[in-house]
């Protein structure tokens, strides 16, 4: 999962190989929390439209909260469902 600190990225999906333009995300949203919920493969692709910078945030350091505060963990996940 990453939150955009700054720039710009636009959501695409592809249908039948063509690309759609879903929407656009600006600093502070998230993308990719889906992969943290789900453990599923991607739905959709994000394309920077600027320079970007974003922080990560992997599986390891949802489990690490896990594994340190519960109540956190479930707020967590609760809030990015």
Partial sequence: ??????GQVEVQKSW??????????MANDCFGEMAIIDHCTRSASVLAQDTC???????????????QDLKQ????QMNLG
């Avoid at 039948?16 to 995300?25: E, R």
């Avoid at 963990?73 to 967590?76: G, V």
């Fill in 1 to 6: 999962m990453f939150v955009l600190l700054n």
């Fill in 73 to 76: 963990y479930t707020l967590l």
């Fill in 53 to 67: 910078e974003a922080i990560e945030f992997n599986v390891e350091c949802f489990n690490q909260v896990y594994q």
């Fill in 16 to 25: 039948q190989g063509k690309s759609y333009q879903i929407s656009y995300l």
